[in-house]
Structures are given as structure tokens and as C-alpha cells.
């Protein structure tokens, strides 16, 4: 079993940058692929990025791609999420996730993921 928790949030105005964290407790952190996932008011939870248990491999969400980097640090069992260029659009509780495995077809379906943290809130002012 894995727990995890979120840091990170804040208020930012657009243009600005935040860098999430998300660090887990529990047994063999490195087994697990990871995702980061947002919910906005209202709205259904969508998915961010997700990367691979080496973190060779990333996904992003095409609307995030190229202004905002995943990356995982498996000796400090933490996984990060530096989000540059933020947009008031990119306004969400944002939750990280955690599942064995991660594939083309399972990494972007929340439903798919085991483990979840509690979420941080991100406000992006215009």
C-alpha cells in the first residue's frame, strides 16, 4: 500500500510558476507508475501527466504539453510537477495517483488508479 500527499498549491498570477510535490509512504515506491490528475469546480477530474516507475517514459495531457514537466525522485519517494506559463484555466484541486503499471491505454483514465492523495489547490489569477 501506498499513501500520498500532495504540497505545493497556491495563488499565482498567469504567467507564473508553481512546483508540485507529491511524497509517498509505504513499501516499494519505485513499483508504481504515477499521475497527476485536476478537478475543477463543477467540472469532471481530468488527467495532467503520468510517468513510469523509472521514470523513463512521461504522458501529458495535450492542453499542459510543453509548460509543464512530471519527474519522479525514487530515493526520496517523491514525484514533482513543475508547472510554468500557468493560465487561470489551470485552476484546480490537483490530486497525484498511483497504479502498478502504466500503459497507453489505462495512463489517462482516472478510474484506473489505486492510490490517491488528498489534493492541493492551485489558483491562477488573470
Known amino acids: 500500500q501506498v499513501q500520498l500527499v500532495e504540497s505545493g498549491g497556491g495563488l499565482v498570477q498567469a504567467g507564473g510558476s508553481l512546483r508540485l510535490s507529491c511524497a509517498a509512504s509505504?513499501?516499494?515506491?519505485?513499483?508504481?507508475?504515477l499521475g497527476w490528475f485536476r478537478q475543477a469546480p463543477g467540472k469532471e477530474r481530468e488527467f495532467v501527466a503520468a510517468i513510469t516507475r523509472a521514470g523513463g517514459s512521461s504522458y501529458y495531457a495535450d492542453s499542459v504539453k510543453g509548460r509543464f514537466t512530471i519527474s519522479r525522485d525514487n530515493a526520496k519517494n517523491t514525484m514533482y510537477l513543475q508547472m510554468n506559463n500557468l493560465k487561470p484555466e489551470d485552476t484546480a484541486v490537483y490530486y497525484c495517483a498511483a497504479r502498478p503499471t502504466l500503459t497507453n491505454l489505462t495512463v489517462r483514465i482516472h478510474t484506473r488508479y489505486i492510490y490517491w492523495g488528498q489534493g492541493t489547490q492551485v489558483t491562477v489569477s488573470s
Open positions: 509505504g513499501r516499494a515506491f519505485s513499483s508504481y507508475g
